[in-house]
């Protein structure tokens, strides 16, 4: 069974238009992260949460915001996407007894 | 800040033993993950060294100096399925949680 789920798979917006990724878990886990990843690029960490805490990393554009509203849960808000949004957006958890953090699929964003 | 380096690209023979190399200076470490990504897809762990020296998992192992700021990760009998990319990651750590990502070295294993 999936245990970091990110909807939908595929997302194709409108430039400028408000679009919102959505992550969930079923790990109970403390820190969730956002990665942003452009093709054959590596993962680039947009913020991460400690329960609450929230951490914005300092080179995260201010297009890109995130809410978690609860442990399970957590969303990527692109305000005014631009045509350098298209990415893979992952997803990830960490937490209990693992030390390594677990990806979701992620949702590969496409702006038109 | 964060630097973590990799070679970009790496090719080599199925069946050979091949080295990929990381070195990282990073504020704050607790920590350097080995991660395995095919193309389109997640990446998956691979391997976790917080203390010096040599950890084995089957064909993969990984290897960290933290003096050095250095780390490996040694892939074994090659197969073709092993061709993906191979991000090395650093992780903070309590108090900070932040875990960040090298570019990723392409691996092509050739017949």
């Known amino acids: 069974d999936a245990m970091v789920i990110q909807n939908p798979r595929y997302q194709v917006t409108q430039f400028g238009k408000p679009v919102t990724l959505s992550c969930s878990q079923t790990?109970?886990?403390?820190?969730m992260y956002w990665y942003q990843q452009k093709s054959s690029q590596a993962p680039k960490l947009l913020f991460h949460?400690?329960?609450?805490?929230?951490?914005n990393e300092a080179d995260t554009p201010d297009n890109f915001q995130s809410r978690r509203p609860n442990t399970s849960f957590c969303f990527l808000d692109i305000r005014s996407p631009g045509l350098g949004d298209a990415a893979m957006y992952l997803c990830?958890?960490?937490?209990?007894?693992?030390?390594?953090?677990?990806f979701g699929q992620g949702t590969r964003l496409t702006v038109v | 800040g964060q630097n973590i380096d990799q070679p970009t690209e790496m090719t080599a023979t199925e069946g050979a033993i091949v080295q990929i190399n990381c070195t990282y200076q990073?504020?704050?470490?607790?920590?350097l993950f080995w991660y395995q990504q095919h193309a389109g897809e997640a990446p998956t762990f691979l391997s976790y060294?917080?203390?010096?020296g040599l950890e084995e998992k089957g064909r993969f192992s990984s290897f960290l100096s933290r003096s050095k700021g250095y780390s490996y990760l040694l892939l074994k009998e090659l197969q073709m399925k092993d061709s993906a990319s191979y991000l090395c990651?650093?992780?903070?750590?309590?108090?900070?949680?932040?875990?960040?990502f090298g570019k990723g070295t392409k691996l092509s294993v050739i017949p």
């Open positions: 990651a650093v992780y903070s750590g309590a108090g900070s949680y932040q875990l960040t």
């Open positions: 790990l109970n886990h403390n820190v």
């Open positions: 990073t504020s704050g470490f607790n920590g």
């Open positions: 060294n917080v203390l010096d």
């Open positions: 990830a958890t960490s937490g209990g007894d693992a030390v390594e953090a677990f």
């Open positions: 949460y400690y329960d609450k805490d929230f951490n």
